[in-house]
C-alpha cells in the first residue's frame, strides 16, 4: 500500500504539474496538509521533503515552501531518459485512446507504467510536455502521402481524409490540435508545409497559401472535435448513436409533425437521410475545394 506521504505527495505534484501552483509560488503548509488530509504533522513534512527531494519545490526563507523553477533542459538526453520518455508517449496514446483527455493524468499515468507518479516529471515538465510528444507521435506516424497524388485538388483531399482517419483513431487529438495557441510539433507543422506545397504554384501569395492550408486543417479538426464527446457519451450511457436516437424517435416525430420545421421533416422522410460525420466531413470538404478552386490560377476543372 502506497505511503500517505507519497498519496499527498503525487497530488500535489499532479497540481503543479497541471499550473494550479506557479513557479514561485507557496504550496500547502504542513500545517495545511495537516488539516486537509487529517495526518500527523511527521507525515505532512515527509510529503513536502519528497517534493524537495523531487525538485519540485523549494524553501523560501521568510515566505514558506514555493514551487521550484523548471530545470534546464539537457540539450542531448541520456538514452535512458529517452527511452522512458517514449514508453510514456506510448502508455499515454493508449490511456488517450481508451479513455479520453480527461481520463489522461499524471497519476493516471504512473498507474499503467507501473512506476511512481513523482518519477515521471525526470522525463517530461508537465502534462502540457507529454501532450505536444502525444501529438507529435501520432503525426509522425502518419506522414502525407508519398508520392503525392496529381493535382492540387487530389493533393488536398488525400491529406485531409488521412487527418481524418489519425481523428478516427485517436478522438482526443482533435482536442490537442490548436490552430490559435499551436503546441510546437515538428510532425504536425510538416502536414501544414505539405499542403502548402500542394497549393503552391497557382497563384496563391504566401498569406492565403498559408491561410488556405490552415483552412482545410482546421476544417477537418472541426468535424473531428465531436468524436470524443460522441465516444464519451457512449461510455456514460452506454449507448450507440444509433441506439439514442430510437431511443427518441417518438420525440423527433412529435417536432417534425408540429409543422414548423418543413424542410427538416421533407428531409427526414427521405430513404437516404441518414447522415454521419463522414459524410458531413466529405460534403463540406468538397465546398471548401471548390471554394478554393476559385482563387487558383489552375482551371477547377482539371485541379492540376
Not at 68 to 81: D, G, N, S
Not at 112 to 117: A, S, W, Y
Not at 134 to 157: I, K, S, T
Not at 244 to 267: C, H, S, T, Y
Request: charged letters at 25%.
Amino acid at each position: 500500500m502506497e505511503p500517505p506521504y507519497r498519496r499527498i505527495a503525487e497530488e500535489i505534484a499532479d497540481r503543479i504539474a497541471a499550473g494550479e501552483f506557479a513557479p514561485g509560488e507557496r504550496v500547502p503548509s504542513t500545517r495545511q496538509i495537516v488539516e486537509r488530509y487529517g495526518v500527523a504533522m511527521a507525515t505532512a513534512t515527509k510529503a513536502l521533503t519528497e517534493l524537495r527531494t523531487q525538485g519540485l519545490v523549494r524553501a523560501e526563507p521568510g515566505v514558506g515552501t514555493v514551487v521550484a523553477a523548471p530545470p534546464a533542459r539537457r540539450a542531448r538526453p541520456q538514452p535512458a531518459r529517452s527511452s522512458m520518455r517514449d514508453q510514456m508517449v506510448e502508455a499515454a496514446i493508449r490511456v488517450a485512446d481508451a479513455e479520453g483527455l480527461p481520463g489522461l493524468s499524471m497519476r493516471r499515468l504512473g498507474a499503467e507504467l507501473g512506476v511512481p507518479t513523482m518519477s515521471l516529471y525526470r522525463h517530461v515538465t508537465g502534462k502540457e510536455e507529454l501532450l505536444l510528444l502525444m501529438l507529435d507521435r501520432v503525426f509522425a506516424a502518419n506522414p502525407p502521402p508519398h508520392p503525392a497524388p496529381d493535382g492540387w485538388r487530389a493533393r488536398a483531399e488525400a491529406v485531409s481524409r488521412l487527418q481524418w482517419s489519425m481523428y478516427r483513431r485517436h478522438p482526443w487529438l482533435a482536442q490537442a490540435v490548436s490552430f490559435t495557441r499551436p503546441l510546437l510539433a515538428p510532425h504536425a507543422m510538416a502536414h501544414t508545409e505539405w499542403t502548402m506545397r500542394a497549393l503552391d504554384g497557382h497563384g496563391l501569395d504566401d498569406h492565403p497559401l498559408f491561410m488556405a492550408a490552415v483552412m482545410l486543417a482546421n476544417y477537418v479538426r472541426g468535424t473531428a472535435l465531436n468524436l470524443e464527446a460522441e465516444a464519451q457519451a457512449e461510455q456514460e450511457t452506454g449507448l450507440t448513436d444509433e441506439e439514442w436516437f430510437d431511443a427518441r424517435q417518438d420525440r423527433f416525430a412529435e417536432l417534425l409533425n408540429g409543422g414548423d420545421l418543413p424542410l427538416i421533416a421533407r428531409f427526414a422522410n427521405r430513404p437516404d437521410a441518414a447522415m454521419t460525420l463522414d459524410d458531413l466531413l466529405e460534403f463540406g470538404l468538397q465546398r471548401l475545394l471548390d471554394g478554393l478552386a476559385r482563387l487558383l490560377s489552375a482551371d477547377p476543372a482539371d485541379g492540376q
